[in-house]
Structure formats: structure tokens, C-alpha cells
T-cell receptor
Framework: KAGVTQTPRYLIKTRGQQVTLSCSPI?????VSWYQQTPGQGLQFLFE???????NKGNFPGRFSGRQFSNSRSEMNVSTLELGDSALYLC????????????FGQGTRLTVV | GESVGLHLPTLSVQEGDNSIINCAYS??????FIWYKQESGKGPQFIID?????DKRQGQRVTVLLNKTVKHLSLQIAATQPGDSAVYFC???????????FGQGTELSVKP
């Protein structure tokens, strides 16, 4: 069974640009959550999508958005990039019911210059 | 300005010893907890989970203990090996779908 796949693995963008990251969950998983990991703030929850609907949202500005497709694949978008958006972006997939295991992908390392 | 990184607690153990990593969680409503291991350059790897109706759960070489009274979680690793060296995170599910709240992490260093 394939794990969670995130693409691309690495990205370098310039301030002001926008970026789209992709996440393919484990087959059969309907929930995809996104997290930002930085040395300063640790792992912080961005949002969760379940059955193409945003189910939960963290405390990030509106520049961070996401969506989920009918095949459960998810994308997140960051517009008007800032230097502080440099981070490892991780997605996690789960079946979506309460209290079920969540499995992470390898992450996308975004560097904003 | 200069950014200040999180200062991760570090646990250094000798190969073969047992390790205990502790975590305090924040939300009394949380009813599901997971321990993750993260190696450099990789995403967090699921180790073991526990639901709030239990106070102990064992896996292969790992045991998780949950004390809801003081909102404390611990991960015990038996016979620690060099391959166990990583950062370990506890995560709580505050009864909000798939949302997880992570602790700051503990860096485990195993000396051969």
C-alpha cells in the first residue's frame, strides 16, 4: 500500500510569488490535514479537508488556502509569499473518523528568498 | 529581526538502556493521543497511539502511558538502539476531526 505522497519535495520561490503544493493520501483515506513545521514554531496545524470540504482550520492568514478533490488528493496554496513562509509543509492522511491514525508524507521544503 | 528557534529538550541515553520521553498536553477534551518519530529530512512517522479510555498501551519495544488527571503522556522505549535517535513528538486530538496539536518535541540521542 503506497504511503502519503507529497510533491514537489523542494521548492524555492521569491517573495510575492504564490505556490501550490500537492498531497496524495493513502488509498481509502478521506481526510487530509496540512501542517507547517518551522524551527521557531514547531508543527502547526493549517487545515483539514474531508470529503472535499474544509472541516477544520488553524490560525493562519487567508493567504494560506487549500482544496480537496473527489479522489481525496489535496492541494494547498500560499499567495503573496513572505520570507517567514519558509518551512517544511507536511500533509497527513487518515480515514477521517474520530480517533484514527494519521500518517504523514515526507513533506515539501519551501524556501522563500 | 533575529528569530529564536525552539530549544528542544534533549535526552541522551546509552545503547541498550530504556528511554522515557515525557509530554504534557493542553486540552482536557482531547481523547486521542499519538506519538511520532521524526528523523532528519523526513516526515513524522507514526509509532503508537492511545485513546483516553486507556491508561497504558504496548507496542513492539514501546509503551505509552496516559495520565488524564495531570494531562501527561509518556513514551517508553525498551532497549534503545542507535536507530531510535530522532525527534519524538506527542500529538493530541482535541475532538476536532483530524486536527492534531503537537508538543514541541524531544530529541533522543543514543550513544553506541
Amino acid at each position: 500500500k503506497a504511503g502519503v505522497t507529497q510533491t514537489p519535495r523542494y521548492l524555492i520561490k521569491t517573495r510575492g510569488q504564490q505556490v501550490t503544493l500537492s498531497c496524495s493520501p493513502i488509498s481509502g483515506h478521506r481526510s487530509v490535514s496540512w501542517y507547517q513545521q518551522t524551527p521557531g514554531q514547531g508543527l502547526q496545524f493549517l487545515f483539514e479537508y474531508f470529503s472535499e470540504t474544509q472541516r477544520n482550520k488553524g490560525n493562519f492568514p487567508g493567504r494560506f488556502s487549500g482544496r480537496q478533490f473527489s479522489n481525496s488528493r489535496s492541494e494547498m496554496n500560499v499567495s503573496t509569499l513572505e520570507l517567514g513562509d519558509s518551512a517544511l509543509y507536511l500533509c497527513a492522511s487518515s480515514l477521517g473518523q474520530m480517533n484514527t491514525e494519521a500518517f504523514f508524507g515526507q513533506g515539501t521544503r519551501l524556501t522563500v528568498v | 529581526g533575529e528569530s529564536v528557534g525552539l530549544h528542544l529538550p534533549t535526552l541522551s541515553v546509552q545503547e541498550g538502556d530504556n528511554s522515557i520521553i515525557n509530554c504534557a498536553y493542553s486540552n482536557s477534551a482531547s481523547d486521542y493521543f499519538i506519538w511520532y518519530k521524526q528523523e532528519s529530512g523526513k516526515g513524522p512517522q507514526f509509532i503508537i497511539d492511545i485513546r483516553s479510555n486507556m491508561d497504558k498501551r504496548q507496542g513492539q519495544r514501546v509503551t505509552v502511558l496516559l495520565n488524564k488527571t495531570v494531562k501527561h503522556l509518556s513514551l517508553q522505549i525498551a532497549a534503545t538502539q542507535p536507530g531510535d535517535s530522532a525527534v519524538y513528538f506527542c500529538a493530541e486530538n482535541p475532538n476536532q476531526g483530524g486536527k492534531l496539536i503537537f508538543g514541541q518535541g524531544t530529541e533522543l540521542s543514543v550513544k553506541p
